[in-house]
């Protein structure tokens, strides 16, 4: 019988063995990196959504806040009315030059509630913006957490990969040391 042939083949696959441990392992390494990439980006995107859902709470406190200031602005017209009435009535019993205080004041309560209204516009547009930008994040976090889940799978499965080979790198070593000493015998 040949041993030397038999003694080759377990040599060439223990050989295999030892490359594909290498490839596993290396492998397994870049998996872990990746793993841990992907772990600092969910925290991120964990803390991104905090903070955007704390500044769309923050918004939405505000906005609901534009009632009683309209409310306080129309209060503000009527007492203004009421001191123009006032006022007319009292210019009128002396022999002072009238003038109205709502065309007085007029202009500085338009362009005030204006930029009242300019404001709460804006506010709702970037409250808009924050829910967007809420929605995009989690749907980030989903993918990554998909992903996370994916070079775990990856990475079981190559550590089964890795302890398939090291059997068959003991499998082989003893195959080598039985089929050499049959050589030994046979000299």
């Not at 995009?136 to 398939?164: C, F, G, H, P, W």
Request: hydrophobic share 30%; proline share 0%.
């Amino acid at each position: 019988m040949d041993y030397s042939y038999y003694y080759n083949n377990a040599r060439r696959r223990y050989y295999e063995a030892c490359s594909e441990i290498s490839n596993c392992q290396n492998r397994i390494n870049e998996l872990k990196s990746q793993r841990q990439q992907k772990i600092n980006l969910i925290n991120q995107l964990k803390i991104d959504i905090k903070n955007h859902e704390e500044a769309f709470e923050g918004v939405g406190q505000i906005i609901k806040s534009e009632e009683e200031l309209n409310k306080k602005i129309a209060d503000i017209s009527n007492k203004t009315n009421q001191a123009s009435v006032n006022y007319s009535g009292m210019v009128r019993s002396s022999n002072v030059t009238n003038k109205n205080l709502n065309e007085v004041y007029n202009n500085e309560m338009t362009n005030t509630k204006r930029t009242l209204n300019n404001i709460f516009t804006s506010l709702k547009r970037k409250k808009s913006d924050l829910n967007t930008k809420i929605i995009d994040l989690k749907k980030q976090l989903q993918d990554a957490e998909t992903e996370l889940q994916n070079i775990n799978n990856r990475i079981a499965a190559t550590e089964s990969d890795l302890q398939y080979w090291k059997r068959a790198k003991t499998s082989a070593s003893y195959d080598m040391e039985y089929y050499r000493r049959k050589m030994n015998e046979a000299v």
